[in-house]
């Protein structure tokens, strides 16, 4: 069974652009999850999607918003970029919400923001 | 709030010598703890779990307890090797499901 696919691997970007990062989920997994990794912050929460509803979201600005399509599929978009979203954002997938659904993770994507 | 707080990093270790990353959390209720390892360009993969008091996750010679009385989930391992060079993340679940919590990771590297 194939794993969590996140595309672009690797994305380069300016100021003030928006960038959209994908994230496919393991086969027949409903709930994907989104992650903002950095040096300084660590691994911080960002939003969960479960049959296309945000359920759960982190403290993060507006500027950071998500979807899920009606296979699972999700995607991220970032809009108004800052040199400190520079991160590697990961994304997780679990079979359904709940504490006993393990989460695997995604290779990530690594944004650079110039 | 909820939070997890493990020992800094890095740690450096010689092949087969014993490992203790150290690793303690603030919740309410009884969440489930959690431990991932992070090698080098990849990303998360988990690497044991407990989900009640006194409950021991193990995996690939890793172990860890849920101790509720001192709110702690060490991880150890008897034996390193130079593959178990990565980095180690602690974290919690809540019991309502939802987000992870992690920890401010340690790295890891085992010398032959």
């Known amino acids: 069974k194939a794993g969590v696919t996140q595309t672009p691997r690797y994305l380069i970007k300016t100021r003030g652009q928006q960038v959209t990062l994908s994230c496919s989920p393991i086969s027949g997994h409903r709930s994907v999850s989104w992650y903002q990794q950095t040096p300084g912050q660590g691994l911080q929460f960002l939003f969960e999607?479960?049959?296309?509803?945000?359920?759960n979201k982190g403290n993060f600005p507006g500027r950071f918003s998500g979807r899920q399509f009606s296979n699972s599929r999700s995607e991220m978009n970032v809009s108004t970029l800052e040199l400190g979203d520079s991160a590697l954002y990961l994304c997780?997938?679990?079979?359904?919400?709940?504490?006993?659904?393990?989460?695997?993770f995604g290779p990530g994507t690594r944004l650079t923001v110039l | 709030g909820n939070s997890v707080t493990q020992m800094e990093g890095p740690v450096t270790l010689s092949e087969e010598a014993f490992l203790t990353i150290n690793c303690t959390y603030t919740a309410t209720g009884y969440p489930s703890l959690f431990w991932y390892v992070q090698y080098p360009g990849e990303g998360l993969q988990l690497l044991l779990k407990?989900?009640?008091?006194?409950d021991k996750g193990s995996n690939k010679g890793f172990e860890a307890t849920y101790r509720k009385e001192t709110t702690s989930f060490h991880l150890e391992k008897g034996s390193v090797q130079v593959s178990d060079s990565a980095v180690y993340f602690c974290a919690l679940r809540n019991n309502q499901g939802g987000k992870l919590i992690f920890g401010q990771g340690t790295e890891l590297s085992v010398k032959p």
């Open positions: 999607y479960f049959s296309e509803t945000q359920r």
């Open positions: 407990a989900t009640k008091a006194d």
């Open positions: 997780a997938s679990s079979l359904a919400q709940g504490d006993y659904n393990e989460q695997f």
